[in-house]
């Protein structure tokens, strides 16, 4: 009788399956609070045609799967294997550009290509894609659309999905199709472009709505081996203007005109915490810069492309400045520390080889949700009031507001750094962490990415909802191959 190893090999060949204990250690754990637990396999495989393969024999073995895309570091532990001899589904080399359709602005990518490979490729044709702030370099473009990372660009996300459109998966229990308008034609790209389907629409195939199955769910509903992504032009004038405050609340007013307004492609609001580790190079530069910094920031972009780029840069800076008038903001070219165009390459340009996040002390746990705009102050108060409880010093937590799905609501993300060579002190941050998020929960934060104790946490909120859950996961996955443990009640 063939071992699993055998079979495996049968498959992606011996060089693509990798048992070595230095690589299963690798994937064993990541920079997060999240329980190791070694891995029984690492394949890399090469196409959609052996990744479902695999799920067939994942299936006829009862053998768990947990997919990861991008490289490390990882920080969330959605990609720690939650229960034993579990195969890991390294996806990162898959790493093609499929297409790029200018005319369309469309693009459509494997799982392993990252925002700096992908930005470079659309540049050449005259476009970019909306991205999550200043991502790691590893990152998958395709992972960080699926779970729904919050876009710079807010006030032109007319869906928490968008700019996904379509995409390939196979499910857990093996079968494989075509989402949103690509469903409508042949399983096959090119004679479906050859109909004229630039797999545009995200919805089908016919009524029904297939990528939300594997959106924000952690690959425990299937395997995603190409999206197609809507792109914009290029812009040729950009623009972003600063505005300081000493309490987030005085910045509401003028982020909800803009909002209202529609005006503008970047928007955001951070604390000096979070701006200083976005902005520093060291960790003495970062405390440099806390100590001149405004306490709060709220940054707002402007661009134009091919169209009048100079005309509608004109005409937005005019009316930004006459809401930054009318709500008592003074919007600046520069603040302390920082100028707005250095905030926007900052933002929108890549982490380097070493995670931005870590520089300040070498590691950091992050705690987010989804809120409103109105409701972020509480919040940050309770978090304040929980970080003096449990010692941890106020003036190191990092806030970031992010408006998402044109400012119907926004990303709450607290940002705690701390050295991981401290045992009391990475102690204090776990502690905290846990305490945090479960008070966030009970005054109403969503964690709509329930990762690690969020998944009990926000599950525990809505039985109806997990009862619902468990019926599509079954209907889905039914044998639980795909990262068995994640989005269940522990």
């Known amino acids: 009788m063939e071992t699993i190893y055998e079979k495996l090999c049968a498959i992606f060949g011996s060089e693509n399956v990798s048992d070595a204990p230095a690589t299963l250690e690798a994937f064993s754990k990541d920079e997060s609070f999240a329980t190791p637990m070694r891995p029984f396999f690492v394949v890399k495989p090469e196409n959609a045609k052996q990744v479902q393969a695999l799920v067939r024999l994942a299936n006829e073995t009862k053998t768990p799967l947990v997919p990861v895309s991008s490289g490390a570091p990882h920080f969330k532990g959605d990609t720690v294997p939650s229960v034993p001899e579990s195969i890991i589904v390294d996806l990162s080399g898959m790493n093609k550009i499929i297409s790029i359709n200018r005319q369309q602005r469309m693009a459509i990518i494997e799982p392993g290509v990252t925002y700096g490979q992908l930005q470079e490729a659309l540049a050449k044709e005259g476009m970019t894609l909306s991205t999550p702030l200043r991502p790691k370099a590893t990152?998958?473009?395709?992972?960080?659309?699926?779970?729904?990372?919050?876009?710079?660009?807010?006030?032109?996300q007319f869906n928490y999905t968008e700019p996904l459109r379509c995409v390939e998966v196979t499910f857990g229990d093996g079968n494989q199709i075509f989402t949103g308008a690509?469903?409508?034609?042949?399983?096959?790209?090119?004679?479906?472009?050859?109909?004229?389907?630039?797999?545009?629409?995200?919805?089908?195939?016919?009524?029904?709505?297939?990528?939300?199955?594997?959106?924000?769910?952690?690959?425990?509903?299937?395997?995603?081996?190409?999206?197609?992504?809507?792109?914009?032009?290029?812009?040729?004038?950009?623009?972003?203007?600063?505005?300081?405050?000493?309490?987030?609340?005085?910045?509401?007013?003028?982020?909800?005109?803009?909002?209202?307004?529609?005006?503008?492609?970047k928007l955001f609001v951070m604390?000096?915490?979070?701006?200083?580790?976005?902005?520093?190079?060291?960790?003495?530069?970062?405390?440099?810069?806390?100590?001149?910094?405004?306490?709060?920031?709220?940054?707002?972009?402007?661009?134009?492309?091919?169209?009048?780029?100079?005309?509608?840069?004109s005409a937005q800076e005019y009316d930004i400045k006459e809401y930054a008038k009318q709500t008592g903001v003074q919007l600046l070219p520069k603040v302390p520390g920082a100028t707005g165009d250095e905030v926007l390459e900052k933002s929108i340009t890549p982490s380097g080889e070493a995670y931005w996040k870590q520089t300040a002390k070498g590691a950091f746990q992050d705690i987010f949700f989804?809120?409103?705009?109105?409701?972020?102050?509480?919040?940050?108060?309770?978090?304040?009031?929980?970080?003096?409880?449990?010692?941890?010093?106020?003036?190191?937590?990092?806030?970031?507001?992010?408006?998402?799905?044109?400012?119907?609501?926004?990303?709450?993300?607290?940002?705690?750094?701390?050295?991981?060579?401290?045992?009391?002190?990475?102690?204090?941050?776990?502690?905290?962490?846990?305490?945090?998020?479960?008070?966030?929960?009970?005054?109403?934060?969503?964690?709509?990415?329930?990762?690690?104790?969020?998944?009990?946490?926000?599950?525990?909120?809505?039985?109806?909802?997990?009862?619902?859950?468990?019926?599509?996961?079954?209907i889905f996955d039914p044998n639980n191959i795909m990262n068995t443990g994640k989005l269940t009640l522990k």
């Open 182 to 265: 690509a469903g409508n034609g042949p399983q096959d790209l090119q004679k479906q472009w050859e109909l004229g389907n630039w797999q545009v629409h995200s919805n089908g195939p016919a009524m029904t709505d297939m990528l939300r199955m594997v959106t924000q769910a952690q690959g425990s509903m299937g395997i995603v081996t190409w999206a197609s992504l809507r792109c914009e032009l290029l812009p040729t004038i950009k623009k972003m203007f600063l505005a300081p405050a000493k309490k987030s609340t005085d910045l509401e007013d003028f982020v909800y005109k803009a909002i209202w307004a529609r005006i503008g492609d």
């Open 139 to 156: 990152k998958s473009v395709l992972t960080s659309l699926l779970e729904i990372e919050p876009r710079l660009n807010c006030l032109h």
């Open 271 to 313: 604390n000096k915490a979070y701006l200083a580790s976005l902005m520093g190079e060291t960790a003495e530069e970062i405390a440099g810069l806390k100590e001149i910094m405004p306490n709060w920031v709220a940054a707002i972009g402007i661009s134009g492309d091919i169209l009048l780029p100079e005309m509608k840069v």
């Open 370 to 474: 989804i809120t409103t705009l109105d409701r972020t102050s509480k919040f940050i108060e309770a978090m304040y009031s929980l970080a003096i409880t449990a010692g941890y010093p106020t003036e190191d937590i990092g806030i970031y507001i992010q408006p998402q799905h044109m400012g119907t609501s926004v990303h709450l993300e607290f940002s705690l750094p701390y050295n991981p060579e401290n045992a009391k002190e990475a102690k204090k941050v776990k502690e905290l962490y846990i305490t945090a998020s479960r008070e966030m929960s009970k005054l109403g934060g969503f964690y709509a990415r329930p990762y690690d104790i969020w998944s009990t946490i926000q599950l525990n909120k809505d039985a109806q909802t997990y009862e619902i859950l468990k019926k599509m996961k079954n």
